[in-house]
């Protein structure tokens, strides 16, 4: 807790000590002071800070929110009595009758400090002034102290047919509670409840409530281990256990736990874990309403830091501030998650109306093993004692059925980890149980997660298992390391289904023709676990990969290919985004690295899948084309084999002579077509694409005396819009037109720059449709504005630093919390043969792209080549440069300067919002 917190609380304790407590103690200050919604909000102010000061002292979760239940409960007694003494002043009451009923969360007894109320005024028979006053002055009071009300004003029967209507309001009077006014009222509301609402169309309210959890899942990330979890509405979050006690309330008529427990639908140990675990839940809520001093769910990279110490824990050497946090959440919130799904399994599995959930024969699958419905149990207690390998092979026989473990089954695979030791891991049959796993033409990432879930995978391998809840902080993998190894093993699952067969065809063709996709999935659920092991975790990681394989009975070609995808799985999709893909030598050396065409499509399927893995949007369709693009061109490499290459100067001959022809065939002056052939450097025209062009010769010669020809290109399929720039060279010519673009807020992925010996340059700018950006990218008017400006910039007319500077930048919904990102700057001349290359790592922020060009240009270096790619807070721009004459930066003093040179500046240059 920092000091400013803490003293911020203080201030705020010692301005409210006098709020009075209890019921009758408001009551008295309401008569006095005829304000109660001032009092209210200080009353509630007083009791954040007196419970703020207990939390951070040590108080558990439940303490909190039963405390905060209590003293809301206090208030609305304390306001309902001083409205009805209102009402009693200002009018007779006529024996008219209302109850204040506390729903949702607050009816549960679930208040955390900063949480909604949701109240019911209940009235008797058509609504009176009493139920009018007394709902106006208590809302109004509840309002001025700051509160968020939702609210209902019925009759007991309009309850009743508003349930029977709307699941909604169903779910909602489930949990209701009195609060104060006509007991009687309520408990006649009560009554109803149980004969005309509960025994109603369950079936119809079950399948209700378990398709909203799958479309809440969904919308939350649909997993546990999100690195920044949403605790009430994600994933084994609060939500989850409402929902499977909502269930249970309907079928066996309980309200709690403890209930369950008498009933016998669960067991002791059963509520005692799920209690502690909603305890941890609740107590990390309230850490998050204290520090943000509002309604606050997510627990972000902030969060995490500032609660972990509140916990008294402390992250493991290496690992992020509030790793240890969110290990514990993690295991916390399988919990409920699990206890989740198994209770509403066994509600499910029996319901009476029969028309939803049909209850299936029991079938006996093999000795021992029984499935009922969609669920797989054990019939005999010793049945993995007996025999330990029953531990794997029953995962096989769930992939096989089709269905999960039951909750007591999945329980006894827990408490039977232990006799997984060294030993069975050596055993061959174990390596064949996990193989078949993998070469199953389904659920394979279903079946593995379920092993992970248990503990049965890290088992198994301990490799694996130590990534267990292993948290990265970047802002662009939203997984744990274990969830995002399992998460790319299911992508790769769906591209074979061919759900992906539309956009991505080239990789649907190759998932379903290569034989060895099992070893592509176990390198994919492989190829992190050198983290947590120090730097290059790809090397560490494929050193363990070769003692797993070992160990897993793979032959030594077989050892050989899941070694070198995990010691290679960040190759392809770092040349694809950073290398000069036209640079022959880059492909070839990258090829030559591959070796084999085999190998090739294994590593293009793999880099896939662990792209897709690290967040939704990650993986584009800008992505796709530079990686299918590496992947062919590798491919031709790899077919041609030792067969002796085109001739250079041959193939410049044939592409010059097509191109004239087509030229002359289209009336082109022969002057202009000759100069254009001779003046254009050869590396032009083995890098365009033939097809372009003639596009670029008629702009050049559309230049004349004027400053500039500009050409704009859509590609919305691809997901990027093309610029093209035809000018008289100039110095700095590259940081103006990225400048001009950064001022108009458009997102530049790539550039090439072309220029005849005549002095005419041709920069071509690739703008990203990405995240939002295809509506600006798309807009005329906006292209119209970057041409004006751009003109301005070359003709000397305006300032380009002056220009971007006072541009407005539209910034992505923003985070006002940013992980801090080191620079780092390379200087490389082995990458290409003609240019020095220089990667750019650092914070990602608006125009940063024009700062480092504009650094360039001032260093006295002429940019050819740029490859720009950002991952929400970081960026990594890579530049092919030389010097003014044409030739690398190979002096070591000069590249010195030169990095020195483009530190000093990217690291002035503010850290704040994203890259425009």
């Avoid at 050049?700 to 400053?707: A, I, T």
Wanted: hydrophobic share 40%; net charge negative; aromatic share 8%.
């Amino acid at each position: 807790m920092s000091l400013e917190t803490g003293a911020n609380r203080a201030d705020a304790a010692a301005s409210t000590v006098s709020s009075p407590r209890g019921a009758d103690a408001l009551l008295a200050q309401f008569v006095a002071s005829k304000t109660p919604g001032i009092n209210a909000r200080v009353y509630l102010e007083s009791v954040r800070a007196e419970l703020g000061d207990r939390h951070f002292a040590g108080a558990s979760g439940s303490e909190i929110v039963a405390a905060m239940t209590s003293a809301m409960d206090d208030l609305l007694r304390a306001l309902f009595r001083y409205a009805d003494a209102e009402h009693g002043r200002r009018a007779p009451k006529l024996n008219q009758k209302i109850a204040v009923v506390a729903r949702g969360g607050y009816g549960r007894g679930e208040l955390n400090p900063q949480s909604d109320v949701d109240l019911l005024f209940l009235h008797d028979y058509k609504r009176g002034p009493y139920a009018e006053i007394v709902t106006e002055i208590m809302l109004h009071a509840l309002w001025d102290a700051g509160l968020m009300v939702g609210h209902g004003v019925r009759t007991a029967k309009e309850c009743v047919r508003l349930a029977n209507d709307d699941l909604k309001e169903k779910t909602a009077i489930l949990d209701a509670r009195f609060l104060c006014g006509d007991e009687k009222l309520y408990a006649e509301l009560d009554k109803l409840l149980i004969a005309e609402v509960l025994n109603r169309n369950q079936d119809k309210f079950f399948a209700t409530k378990l398709e909203e959890s799958r479309k809440r899942h969904a919308q939350y990330g649909d997993s546990i281990y999100l690195l920044e979890p949403q605790i009430k509405d994600g994933e084994g979050g609060l939500r989850d256990l409402h929902t499977a006690m909502w269930l249970a309330k309907v079928k066996y008529k309980v309200h709690s736990l403890e209930e369950l427990v008498q009933k016998a639908v669960i067991t002791e140990p059963e509520a005692a874990e799920v209690i502690e675990a909603r305890d941890f839940l609740w107590r990390v809520r309230n850490s998050l309403h204290f520090l943000t001093g509002r309604h606050f769910d997510q627990i972000t990279f902030e969060m995490q830091e500032r609660i972990e110490p509140i916990f008294g824990l402390k992250p493991e050497e290496g690992q992020a501030a509030g790793s240890a946090l969110m290990r514990a959440y993690y295991q916390h919130a399988s919990t409920i998650h699990r206890f989740a799904e198994g209770l509403i399994a066994r509600v499910t599995e029996n319901s009476p109306g029969g028309r939803f959930f049909r209850r299936t024969p029991t079938r006996k699958i093999r000795p021992g093993v029984i499935v009922m419905g969609n669920l797989m149990s054990i019939a005999q207690p010793d049945f993995f004692k007996r025999d330990p390998l029953n531990l794997i092979t029953i995962y096989a026989d769930l992939q096989a059925q089709n269905v999960s473990l039951s909750g007591s089954t999945y329980q006894l695979v827990r408490d039977n980890l232990g006799l997984i030791d060294d030993d069975m891991r050596k055993d061959p049959r174990v390596a064949e149980a996990l193989m078949t796993i993998l070469s199953a033409r389904q659920r394979v990432a279903e079946t593995l997660e379920a092993m992970h879930l248990s503990g049965v995978l890290g088992a198994i391998i301990p490799e694996f298992g130590n990534l267990y809840a292993r948290v990265l902080h970047d802002l662009y993998h939203i997984y744990t390391v274990d969830r995002h190894s399992l998460v790319a093993v299911r992508e790769l699952e769906r591209l074979r289904t061919g759900e992906f067969k539309d956009p991505t065809p080239l990789l649907t063709e190759v998932a379903r023709e290569l034989p060895h996709l099992p070893l592509v999935f176990l390198a994919l659920l492989l190829h992190d676990i050198g983290k947590g092991h120090g730097h290059d975790h790809h090397e560490r990681g494929a050193s363990l990969t070769a003692e797993v394989s070992q160990r897993l009975g793979l032959n030594s070609e077989e050892i050989d290919l899941v070694v070198f995808l995990v010691r290679n799985h960040l190759m392809m999709s770092q040349v694809a985004q950073k290398g000069d893909l036209d640079d022959h030598t880059t492909v070839e050396e990258f090829a030559r690295t591959v070796g084999s065409i085999d190998r090739l499509k294994a590593l293009y399927l793999l880099t896939y899948a662990d792209m897709r893995a690290v967040a939704p949007k990650v993986y584009n369709n800008w992505r796709d084309m530079l990686l299918s693009d590496l992947y062919l061109r590798a491919l031709k490499v790899l077919e041609q084999g030792d067969r002796e290459a085109v001739d250079p100067a041959r193939r410049l001959a044939t592409v010059k002579a097509g191109i004239r022809q087509y030229l002359l065939a289209a009336e082109a002056p022969e002057a202009a077509v000759n100069a254009f052939l001779e003046e254009m450097p050869d590396r032009y025209f083995f890098t365009v694409p033939e097809d372009d062009i003639p596009l670029h010769f008629d702009l050049m010669r559309s230049l004349d005396d004027r400053p500039l020809v500009c050409r704009i290109r859509h590609f919305p399929d691809l997901e990027f819009s093309e610029f093209i720039v035809v000018t008289r060279d100039r110095p700095g010519l590259f940081a103006m037109i990225a400048g001009a673009l950064t001022a108009n807020n458009l997102n530049i992925l790539s550039a090439r720059i072309t220029t005849r010996s005549n002095g005419i340059a041709m920069d071509v700018f690739r703008v990203s449709h990405q995240m939002g950006a295809a509506s600006m990218a798309l807009e005329e008017d906006r292209w119209l504005r970057v041409e004006h400006d751009l003109e301005r910039v070359i003709t000397g007319q305006q300032d380009i630093a002056a220009l971007v500077a006072g541009a407005h930048h539209v910034q992505s919904a923003g985070r006002k919390f940013v992980r801090h990102v080191p620079t780092e700057v390379t200087v490389d001349n082995r990458t290409s043969e003609q240019f020095t290359v220089i990667d750019v790592f650092t914070q990602d922020r608006v125009g940063l792209l024009f700062a480092i060009t504009h650094t360039l240009f001032r260093l006295g270096l002429r940019i050819h080549l740029a490859r720009i790619s950002t991952n929400a807070d970081q960026a990594l721009d890579v530049f092919y440069v030389s010097d003014r004459d044409g030739g690398k930066i190979e002096d070591l003093d000069r590249m010195r300067e030169l990095r020195a040179g483009l530190l000093e500046k990217v690291e002035q240059n503010p850290r704040t919002g994203a890259s425009a």
